[in-house]
């Protein structure tokens, strides 16, 4: 249950590809509700046209729900806070490995041919003013056929927008690891797409369980 965690997000935006009424949301939280229809646009364009109206903003799908606890990692650096978002590198197994994140890598060395690192969508914090930037970049060149991803976004970050160093700091998982802030759903479980928007304004354990799938299925946090 959303109102039953500790979060920073002020309101939800859903996308979706069915007709799904707001009223069919009322249970789901006493935040505010937006939901939006992609008109056959495609689901990895999604941070794209999601209509954000806060300065910050995270993506999830229907696989994951949120933290009982979820804290964002940020640092204070000359008095602003800055969100520590963590990367692999692209030679990493855990990236060559999966399709989905070469082709991700891929795409974000058309934008930077230096682009060496990946990022978790469903884990970065994105700032809305350069969302829209680089959403604005990649339908001007590439006509929207790809898929918007949190690793492209920062190679057009580092490419193309001066400010990159002064919103982020990026942090190498295999430093020390990092806690997903949306912990994954047993398949049994579906709920709509959501885009977490993120305010101006933090996990539990199941030491019982031994196996992570035991762990989910029985929706705690392993």
Known sequence: ???QSSHP?????????????????????????????????????DICTAPISTEW?????????IRKKLKLM??????????????????NESCTSHPSCTREVDFARMIDQDANETYQTNQFVFHTDSR????????????NKTVASATSY???????????ESLYLPYYKGRGGFRD????????????TLEFTNSSNSSDTCAHFSAEDKCLASLCEF
């Open 154 to 164: 920062v190679a057009f970050l580092e490419n193309h927008l001066a400010n990159n």
């Open 74 to 91: 940020t640092e204070n650096v000359n008095g602003t806070l800055k969100p520590v978002v963590p990367f692999i590198n692209a030679n």
């Open 181 to 192: 802030l949306f912990v994954r759903l047993p398949a049994s479980i579906v709920p709509p």
């Open 132 to 143: 829209n930037h680089f959403c604005d970049f990649i339908a001007r060149e590439f006509s």
């Open 9 to 45: 997000f002020a309101e939800i935006v859903v996308l979706t590809d069915n007709a799904t009424h707001p009223s069919e949301l009322a249970n789901l939280t006493n935040l505010p509700v937006q939901v939006v229809s992609r008109h056959n646009v495609s689901d990895g364009l």
């Open 57 to 65: 903003f995270m993506k999830t799908n229907s696989f994951h729900r």
């Open 1 to 3: 249950d959303l109102d």
